[in-house]
């Protein structure tokens, strides 16, 4: 008859496995916006976003509400790897008038025993961070605002229901006045105990209450929670799961005994995961007819009744000619708590001890229940004698069944949940510290409007000094003249070549234009390398092999012997006079050919083509890759007269008038000015705006003092900019626990397209884990992942801002210029950087927008490159000259 009664308790690994499916669907409706009011599992929202990562030091103090007893305790908690944690406490009693009385009388009580705590241990002139464990159901809306659904466990006090807990309990500190407390978290027990057992051992993300009642949290990912605004980090759950089933999910596992349990339950039909049971009608029975022993020590007496979801009530009286039964506090079965996965709970004061009983005993012995009722309870302890001793072992191996792919750690807390409020507020008052440090240090690269308009000021002052024939010399924006006049009017045709030389590789291309109806622009092209030997080797090799590679261009596109006009972007520093000629004042970007420096480099490669007499080719026109971008762009859209590139490095061009260009005779039309805007700060005007991540960033470059402008918007520079920013927060203790890589000492280890991805990452921070990992960062955490990428955006958003910046000097120039109220201008632009970042370019253009609102500007992203441009320009410059013959 044993074995009838337990077979229908019996599940299958079938079964286990299809409960397992269920509650994840709860879990999921949970976690949704639109189906958590539906949910039994309701996931509620913690507000507690890290767990311990060791490093946290400090005086707290902890309030732990749970039942007629609560404690205060003094946690004092040693960081710098010691991680060492001294605890005192005392217990206080809640007079069952008071918890019965008014929500105000109750939270005064509380505040006396909280002074009277803080003075017997000689805090109370401090102020002390405090964490409160609140063991009730509550909303929590923030980590420091819990408002109560409904009291439960006996606790009837008015005027507390739908009030903020922790707003209330300030509210009587405030109204004692002798001292007081900084509340930082309130949290329940199922939390405290997860955070307890963190501080020992990191890797747990998950607490668990199996006791009285039973409950679980975990740290879940924030782009799955719903009902909170946000979606990068985590934050602990609090599922309570006990209503698992209340929906009617476990009605085909239910048997007689827990329908008959839950229908004389305070709460029939509810919480069917964790059966609670009635308050006693009757007073409990032993064989001595005393109470049953207390389960823990205390100065105060227990409590007087047996609030529902804290403990269970006694056994009823036997029916007659029975024997009586009584059962000991050792037959309770230890709280559990697990680590890497579970942690529990050992809820301070410890809960009452747990009698099981039948909620209908018989009336007489010849009840049809006779036989029934004593078999019942025979049953019932058995298996709760059983539970004590299996409880855990059955536990872990189902986990290991259920979850083969997991390998999860069990820690049994020892400390109950007030260490955990404790150590919620530690990690919250670290939070809040290394927060605000980090803060302060960023804020250094957080530019304001007042900032940014001064930049836009001081540019339009530098760019005025390059344009004048007195202040050149001395300016830091050259203005150069690049003998580009015109923009392209759609009336251009003809066969082209182009020749695009700016780094190790180059293309040869061939551009056909066609006017007319049907206007369009064709391309071939073929890239070729220039091997290394060559680019240090002389200036006639490096020539001459640039001109085979024409040749052989020419041969593959079948016009071998023809002299087309060529037009030559070239993208390192010149001097020009005219549109096709381009003195090189240095190399830079690795080449280093001998014979070149101080040379015209159409001049160059009209000698290595005349030595092969292969060929003939006009040089029409030398430009670089910025008035490139703009005639490319200026093809398609005529209202394009700005050309920007940001990149590895950055610079700007536009069409100035040329009265404005002292440079050069005339003053009739426009000329395309190269601005070499990278060297704008070279004489201090951005030195105000520096950081001292800029300046380390300078110093450490080949060219330290130049370029400043560029040093703080291109790709070349904002991963070193990063890399000095994380390397001052991990030396702080700010990052990475304070333990750095050597991978990251190592200079352009974090490379500018790191930022990109990083700001990119939509996969729950694993891009940016990857990354971390590459730099030898291999423990670090979800909380530094989400400081990097903070540091990203930070960095990235200031380089787009100083561009906007740039950019709105320019545009309200060319407005100025013109005499125009409102300007509508195309910018044409490249680069990778603009290209390639999720952000840039939306920065940009709001800034734009702010600083030039006069202007309305459309920035085009140029597809086919500055050897297009080239191409363009050599056809504009042909169309020009046809016109004047």
């Known amino acids: ?93 809640i007079p069952e008038t008071l918890m019965r009385g008014s929500g105000t009388e109750l939270f005064d009580h509380i505040t006396e025993c909280l002074a009277n705590f803080m003075e017997k241990m000689g805090i109370k002139e401090k102020k002390l961070p405090l964490g409160f464990t609140f063991s009730f159901p509550c909303r929590q809306t ?159 007496p227990p409590p007087s009744s047996f609030p529902c979801s804290a403990s269970a009530p006694p056994l009823p009286p036997p029916s007659s000619g029975s024997a009586p039964l009584t059962t000991s506090t050792s037959s309770s079965p230890p709280p559990l708590a697990l680590c890497s996965s579970f942690a529990s709970d050992t809820t301070s004061p410890p809960p009452s001890p ?42 872990h191996k189902m986990v290991r069944l259920l979850v ?125 390398a220039i091997p290394q030997e060559m ?60 014979g070149c420096e101080g040379e015209d480099v159409a001049v160059l490669l009209k000698d290595a083509i005349h030595r092969t007499e292969e060929f003939d080719l006009d040089v029409v026109a030398v430009v670089n890759d910025t008035v490139g971008t703009m005639m490319t762009c200026g093809y398609e859209d005529h209202l394009c007269e700005v050309g920007l590139i940001v990149g590895t490095g950055t610079n700007a061009c536009y069409m100035e008038e040329m009265r404005n260009v002292e440079l050069v005779e005339g003053d009739e039309g426009l000329m395309c000015v190269n601005m070499e805007w ?40 904002l991963g070193e900019i990063v890399r000095n920013v994380l390397l001052d927060f991990t030396a702080k203790g700010l990052l990475f626990r304070g333990k750095l890589s050597e991978r990251l000492k190592t200079r352009g280890i974090f490379e500018t397209k790191f930022l990109s991805q990083i700001e990119s990452d939509r996969l729950a921070l694993r891009q940016v884990r990857s990354i971390l990992q590459h730099l030898g960062l291999i423990s670090s955490t979800c909380d530094d992942s989400i400081l990097v990428k903070e540091v990203c955006t930070v960095v990235a958003r200031r380089a787009a801002q100083l561009c906007g910046a740039g950019l709105a000097a320019v545009v309200d120039k060319i407005r100025n210029n013109r005499g125009l109220q409102e300007l509508s201008i195309t910018v044409g632009v490249d680069g990778t950087l603009y290209k390639l970042h999720p952000h840039f370019s939306t920065v940009l253009k709001e800034t734009l927008r702010d600083l030039a609102p006069q202007c309305t500007v459309t920035l085009v992203q140029s597809e086919d490159g500055s050897g297009k441009g080239a191409a363009l320009i050599t056809a504009v410059a042909c169309r020009l000259k046809e016109g004047k013959k």
């Open 142 to 300: 923030k980590l420091d605002e819990s408002f109560l659904v409904s009291w439960t466990k006996g606790f009837r006090a008015g005027g507390v229901e739908g009030k903020d807990v922790v707003g209330l309990l300030r509210k009587a500190i405030k109204k004692r006045g002798d001292f007081d407390i900084d509340i930082v978290a309130v949290i329940n027990d199922t939390v405290g105990t997860m955070m307890t057992c963190g501080y020992d051992d990191h890797h747990c993300e998950i607490g668990l209450i199996v006791g009285t009642g039973t409950n679980a949290c975990y740290m879940e990912e924030m782009r799955n929670l719903e009902l909170v605004e946000g979606d990068e980090g985590r934050m602990c759950v609090n599922m309570e799961w006990g209503a698992f089933g209340d929906d009617g999910s476990l009605e085909d596992l239910r048997t007689d005994f827990d329908r008959e349990i839950d229908a004389g339950s305070l709460n029939p039909g509810k919480q069917l995961c964790c059966c609670r049971l009635p308050p006693p009608t009757h007073p409990p029975f032993s064989a001595s007819s005393s109470p049953p022993p207390a389960p823990y020590s205390s100065p105060y």
């Open 535 to 594: 680019m240090q080797g002389t200036g006639e090799e490096l020539f001459d092999h640039i001109v085979h590679c024409i040749g052989d261009f020419l041969e593959y596109m079948g016009m071998k012997g023809a002299s087309l006009p060529l037009g030559f972007t070239f993208s390192f520093p010149c001097h020009q006079t005219r549109l096709g000629e381009g003195i090189l004042l240095k190399w830079t970007k690795g080449f280093k050919a001998t």
């Open 678 to 717: 990278g060297a704008f700060g070279d004489c201090g005007e951005l030195d105000d705006f520096c950081t001292e991540f800029d300046r380390a960033v300078d110093e450490c470059s080949t060219n330290p003092g130049k370029q400043r402008f560029e040093k703080m918007i291109s790709g070349m520079y």
């Open 354 to 395: 747990t009698y099981i009983c039948s909620t209908h005993p018989p009336s007489s012995a010849s009840s049809p229940s006779s036989f029934y009722f004593p078999l019942l309870l025979i049953l019932l302890l058995l298996l709760f004698f059983l539970l004590h001793l299996l409880f855990a072992r059955r536990l």
């Open 404 to 528: 083969p792919d997991c390998d999860v750690r069990f820690l049994r807390s020892e400390d109950g949940s007030g260490k955990g409020a404790a150590m919620v507020t530690a990690v919250a008052h670290r939070l809040a510290e290394q927060h605000a440090e980090r803060q302060r240090v960023l804020d250094a690269l957080r530019l304001s409007r007042e900032q940014l308009l001064e930049v836009k000021r001081r540019m339009e002052g530098e760019m005025k000094k390059g344009l004048a024939r007195d202040t050149h010399e001395s300016a830091t924006v050259k203005m150069l003249p690049t003998y580009v006049q015109s923009t392209p009017d759609g009336s251009e045709r003809g066969d082209f070549l182009a020749l695009d030389l700016g780094g190790t590789n180059f293309r040869v291309l061939l551009v056909r234009v066609r006017s007319g109806k049907r206007r369009s622009v064709e391309m071939h092209n073929k890239i070729y």
């Open 1 to 93: 008859q044993v074995d009838k009664y337990l077979y229908h308790m019996r599940l299958s690994e079938e079964n286990l496995m299809d409960v397992s499916r269920r509650f994840r669907r709860e879990m999921d409706k949970g976690l949704g916006r639109d189906t958590n009011l539906t949910a039994s599992v309701k996931m509620l929202p913690t507000f507690v976003r890290s767990t311990p990562d060791g490093t946290e030091s400090g005086d707290f103090l902890a309030l732990d509400l749970g039942g007629t007893n609560f404690r205060i305790l003094l946690v004092k908690v040693s960081g710098n790897g010691k991680q060492n944690v001294e605890m005192e406490n005392q217990i206080y009693v």
